[in-house]
């Protein structure tokens, strides 16, 4: 069992999709999947817009979106929140676009008042964006993105949001037209629940248009290419990803099926209670607790777990060849002193359960200090959600 936060959980429908044969590259029926596929994530964004997909990963996105909408020697404000954001800012940096980054206060949520004060004092309006992750997946906390717009508005600043929903997209709440977000990226491994492979980035007209000034434009990233193509293989910069668009359109479907994204999001938000439930129970101040103090700033994608005292190579390693567990590593600053619980994509309750209780097993088994059972608690808050769902 895969218990780290992504690539999540592949369901069966989705991975028989990927096996289907190939069809006719330039016959309509693959063209209508590609288009399912569109549709159903229109729901899942919040944004009709059709959006741009890149074979690759969530890193391909943020190429794609710093070449198509920076040139060399714009500024962006990188809101720091973990790990990831920055990450994005590196890479913007190695294109020739000045960074500076913004941090939160440690172990908490971007602070939409800090960004409102920053942005504040650019009076000549010198910085063109604003780049920040939903969750991050490295801490597990989210990020207020309404509130960054907000203060945005407040301020009436031009600069483009651009929001990494990697982690999120399809388990977190979001609304990218509503919010007024102008760039969203995303991929296909986590809530969207295909393999790793197809990143995606929605592009509003305010940020398409800067496409035109753009100098860090590439043939195979251009937006104009792809928007403009003539050919369906060139919406992909050469030959589609046709087995990934099979499982896309699966797996969209299975959100349909569900009830929507609004049961999706229940489900997760659920299904993250549970899991709290029990790293509460566990707690105590030598050993588990959470790295996102705040319950109000955590993820229904994913939650990092501290570790304090305990051995967590040790607890890794019990879970996962003893067991069968594997969890995800603690990362960036959390390196060997956490582990992280996906909750994301296709999940239920007997899965999380199962999770949970191999997780205690494993802390029983190596002696390590716990408050009290994770497992009972756990049980007892999805009871309340059952009787009430």
């Known amino acids: ?66 070449a198509n909408t920076m040139s060399r020697g714009d500024k962006v404000l990188v809101l720091d929140s973990g790990l990831f954001a920055v990450a994005w800012g590196e890479m913007a940096s190695m ?11 440690p172990n908490q949520a971007v602070d939409s008042t800090a960004v409102a004060e920053r942005l504040g004092n650019d009076l000549n309006h010198e910085i063109s964006a604003v780049l920040m992750v939903q969750t991050d997946t490295a801490l597990s906390v989210r990020n207020d993105v309404k509130a960054v717009r907000d203060a945005m508005n ?32 995303a991929a296909c491994q986590k809530g969207l629940m295909v393999p790793p492979g197809l990143a995606f980035v929605w592009a509003s007209p305010r940020a398409y248009a800067r496409c035109a000034t753009a100098d860090l ?19 992909f910069g050469g030959t589609p990803p046709i087995s990934h668009l099979y499982a896309l359109a699966e797996a969209t479907a299975l959100v349909e099926q569900e009830g929507g994204i609004e049961a999706v999001w ?28 705040n319950p109000d700033q955590r993820s229904a994608a994913v939650t990092t777990v501290v570790t304090g005292s305990i051995d967590t190579d040790k607890l890794n390693e019990v879970c996962r060849l003893q067991a069968g567990l594997s969890l ?11 582990f992280r619980i996906g909750h994301m994509g296709h999940l239920n309750p ?18 390590a200090p716990m408050g009290g059972s994770g497992v009972a608690a756990a049980s007892e808050k999805l009871a309340t959600y059952l009787a009430n769902s």
């Not at 031009?158 to 977000?181: K, Q």
């Not at 995800?328 to 956490?338: D, K």
């Not at 007997?350 to 002696?367: H, K, R």
């Open 95 to 105: 294109s020739g676009v000045e960074v500076e980054v913004l941090s939160a206060q």
């Open 266 to 293: 229940q489900r997760h938000e659920a299904l993250a209670a549970v899991t709290h439930a029990a790293i509460d129970a566990w707690h105590t101040p030598e050993g588990i607790g959470f790295a996102v103090s």
């Open 1 to 66: 069992m895969v218990a780290s936060p992504g690539p999540s959980v592949i369901p069966d429908r989705v991975l028989a999709a990927m096996a289907k044969p190939m069809p006719d590259l330039y016959g309509e029926h693959i063209q209508g999947v590609y288009q399912t596929a569109v549709d159903g994530l229109a729901s899942i964004v919040g944004c009709s817009i059709e959006p741009f997909m890149v074979i690759g990963n969530g890193h391909a996105a943020w190429q794609m979106t710093i």
């Open 350 to 367: 007997p899965m999380l359960l199962g999770t949970l209780g191999t997780i205690e097993a494993a802390l029983v088994s190596i002696g």
């Open 154 to 185: 407040a301020l009436n600043h031009p600069a483009l949001l651009m929001v990494d929903c990697i982690a999120s997209l399809g388990c977190d709440r979001y609304h990218m037209d509503d919010w007024g977000v102008d760039v969203t990226v």
């Open 217 to 235: 434009r590439t043939t195979y990233f251009d937006w104009e290419e792809r928007r403009n193509a003539e050919a369906f293989y060139q919406l």
């Open 328 to 338: 995800g590593l603690g990362i960036g600053e959390f390196s060997g002193r956490a």
